[in-house]
């Protein structure tokens, strides 16, 4: 199984980017779907999360609003679309696959992780 993340970049406070996460190897469709962040001296956390068919989506309260999860299963791929950028986004971005939906927030409850792609937002 690989999760292969890219999209990540410098970008301005108030801009946007776009993350996908490309996943190999494993019935996509069948997992759970979600992004973890890790800035510099803290724990990884919660970011946003997709069930199988899209059909629901989670998300941290530092981001609702303006990050939306999506996903397209033929191609298997997952995205993450991050508008009006803050400075406190800066981090290392990584997606991150499970069939364990009952506890989607929790990294432990994940067995595969990409490799993750770093956003820098500038103020």
């Known amino acids: 199984v690989q999760l292969q993340a890219f999209g990540g970049g410098l970008v301005q406070a108030g801009g946007s980017l776009r993350l996908s996460c490309v996943g190999s190897?494993?019935?996509?469709?069948?997992?759970?779907m979600a992004w973890f962040r890790q800035a510099p001296g803290k724990e990884r956390e919660f970011v946003a999360a997709?069930?199988?068919?899209?059909?629901?989506?989670y998300y941290a309260d530092s981001v609702k609003g303006r990050f939306t999860v999506s996903r397209d299963n033929a191609k298997n791929t997952v995205y993450l679309q991050m508008n009006n950028l803050k400075p406190e986004d800066t981090a290392v971005y990584y997606c991150?696959?499970?069939?364990?939906?009952?506890?989607?927030?929790?990294?432990?409850?994940?067995?595969?992780w990409g490799q993750g792609t770093l956003v820098t937002v500038s103020s």
């Open positions: 190897g494993l019935t996509f469709s069948m997992y759970y």
């Open positions: 991150a696959a499970t069939r364990d939906y009952s506890r989607y927030v929790a990294d432990t409850s994940y067995a595969y």
């Open positions: 997709i069930s199988w068919s899209g059909g629901s989506t």
